[in-house]
């Protein structure tokens, strides 16, 4: 958690709604509208030029392992203990990780991705990620079988009106599902995986997921990190309780960010930890408003944000609170979109903006 591209944006120049052109740098005023933005969604007009400050070239290599919740090298529920990090230790010196757990009994299997920059070199031998396993040298046959499953898995449920998974349906999945995902990653639990590769195919490990085949839905809540432990403790107990109702057949996904001052980031001046609920899309029934809410309400008293573009909650005054930029973001869209041309209606339910007179 150490690097973001954040850091490396110096200037901004946007054509706002009046027809009017502005260039913003970044500088020690946090006043200045360079930091409005860096997250305005679009809503202060078209950004037609970003300069970056350039770093050397870099590569990353890491290692991937995956295991049971027992056997994980990282205490996910707690600040460590003899050689187990802590969640949000791992999170705070590793310069990329991702952790996706599946924690449906009778699989509870912890994936654990990291890696670190390398120097680059003029010859390099990489060893790609591969983030599925390899079926006569391809990941594709690995996600067509996954894709079948999930569809298989949704068509055995009978859909239920105050969940996302039946109660009917859980007799029969409780040992299915664990038979079949355990199959699934047996191959990566017999051993690491370790790769190599420059940084622009390294970091973004989810490119191999091929979304024809695996659609997936979204929410993402960016909380405290500092509250790591202490969300995943309630997020154990929330699973312990409520069964496949509240895990569904897919994982969970987590990271973090380092803050920024861009007014409208959900890591505003806070470095924070995510959660990423996955949603495999296909499924019958809409996850805002059959699966996602649960997590809304867990985690609310944390005071999360939410990712703007993954399913954000429809709460108004809820968000106007985690924002303390949220009225100068606000009135400074009024004047530089008066006439709302870059208002849609998606942003007008999410941000609670009236229709112009």
């Known amino acids: 958690m150490h690097h973001t591209v954040k850091r490396q944006i110096v200037a901004f120049r946007v054509v706002d709604g009046t027809s009017k052109i502005h260039e913003y740098r970044r500088s020690d005023d946090l006043d200045s509208l360079f930091y409005a933005l860096g997250v305005s969604m679009g809503l202060l007009g078209i950004i037609t030029a970003v300069t970056f400050q350039c770093v050397d070239r870099f590569d990353v290599a890491g290692i991937e392992t995956t295991s049971s919740l027992e056997n994980c090298a990282i205490d996910l529920f707690g600040n460590g203990y003899g050689e187990h990090a802590g969640l949000e230790t791992f999170f705070s010196t590793v310069d990329y990780s991702r952790v996706l757990w ?156 380092l803050a920024n001052d861009f007014w409208l980031s959900p890591a505003y001046q806070q470095d924070s930890f995510r959660v990423d609920p996955f949603w495999f899309a296909p499924n019958r029934g809409d996850p805002d408003t059959v699966y996602f809410p649960q997590y809304w309400e867990l985690l609310r008293k944390y005071n999360y944000r939410l990712h703007w573009g993954k399913s954000p909650l429809g709460d108004v005054e809820y968000l106007k609170v985690q924002y303390p930029r949220w009225d100068d973001f606000t009135h400074l869209r009024n004047q530089m979109d008066p006439h709302q041309i870059f208002v849609t209606d998606y942003w007008r339910q999410h941000l609670g903006i009236a229709q112009s007179v």
């Open 102 to 257: 599946f924690p449906q009994p009778g699989v509870d299997k912890v994936i654990v991705w990291q890696a670190n920059q390398v120097p680059a070199t003029k010859d390099p031998t990489y060893k790609p990620y591969r983030e599925f396993p390899a079926i006569l040298g391809s990941e594709l046959p690995a996600q067509v079988l996954a894709s079948v499953l999930f569809c298989i898995f949704d068509v055995l449920n009978p859909q239920a009106p105050h969940g996302s998974i039946s109660k009917a349906f859980e007799p029969l999945l409780k040992p299915l599902y664990p038979a079949v995902v355990n199959t699934f990653l047996a191959s990566a639990v017999l051993g690491p995986q370790h790769f190599s590769d420059t940084w622009w195919r390294g970091i973004p490990m989810d490119d191999r997921v091929n979304y024809n085949l695996l659609p997936t839905r979204f929410t993402e809540l960016w909380l405290p990190l500092s509250k790591t432990a202490e969300v995943m403790s309630d997020l154990r107990a929330h699973y312990h309780d409520n069964g496949y109702r509240a895990i569904t057949t897919y994982a969970c996904e987590f990271y973090a960010t």
